[in-house]
């Protein structure tokens, strides 16, 4: 009895030779096959990484301390712009002549100029120094921007002055000296008050007379 299969999902392989990774890795050796039988030049598919047999010795590797050759097309470019080996960057060949060394960090990571500058900076003894030196003046205004709010209230606004301690401005506070003054500048702002009420007073009067009078004309 034969049975037409309808859901094509339940005809499709299962097992591990049917995942997405190995239908994958078949195709592409099986286009790298068909690439050695034809015609044209061997290649392998982008996503192959060559690791095995690999002959290190005779491969040229680019590195700081050795000078690009003159078959190299940088390096063509550069004298067609006018440069001329030995001389340095720009139009004057003012600029640096050796290349811009990019160390690595402790974990391999390489970091740019204006970061390794920055770095620099804040290893450096002198800046060591000064940043505790600041932290040190931050610390001390501090303290006394602390002390000068507490010394707020023992300071007395009548006699103008200013004490250290709670029992000092309490003593001040019952003295003979404390009380006259207090009395001395009550009695002042009760005469400036009165004596303003009585300018005002004088004033509302000439205006009443002033009014009186051209009315009367």
């Known amino acids: 009895m034969d049975l037409n299969v309808v859901d094509p999902r339940l005809a499709a392989g299962r097992g591990e030779e049917y995942r997405a990774g190995a239908l ?8 790298a096959l068909e690439a050695a039988e034809g015609d044209g030049d061997f290649r392998l598919p982008l996503s192959h990484r060559y690791e095995e047999n690999v002959d290190l010795e005779s491969t040229e590797v680019a590195t700081i301390d050795t000078a690009i050759p003159e078959s190299n097309v940088g390096y ?21 002549t050796e290349p811009v060394r990019l160390d690595a960090s402790d974990n391999g990571v390489r970091i740019g100029l204006g970061r390794q500058e920055v770095e620099r900076q804040y290893t450096a003894a002198e800046f060591i120094e000064r940043r505790a030196l600041e932290a040190e003046a931050e ?19 009548v006699c103008h002055k200013q004490y250290q301690a709670a029992h000092e401005m309490e003593e001040h506070l019952s003295s003979y000296d404390h009380h006259h003054r207090k009395r001395l500048a009550e009695t002042r702002a009760m005469l400036a008050e009165r004596t303003k009420k009585e300018r005002s007073k004088k004033e509302r009067k000439r205006q009443e007379r002033e009014m009186a009078r051209m009315a009367a004309q």
């Open 24 to 31: 994958r890795d078949r195709q592409a050796a099986l286009l």
């Open 76 to 96: 063509q470019l550069l004298q067609r712009m006018g440069w001329r080996p030995g001389g340095g960057l720009g139009r004057e060949q003012q600029g640096i």
């Open 139 to 157: 610390r001390q205004s501090k303290i006394r921007e602390e002390v000068k709010y507490e010394l707020r209230m023992f300071y007395c606004q």
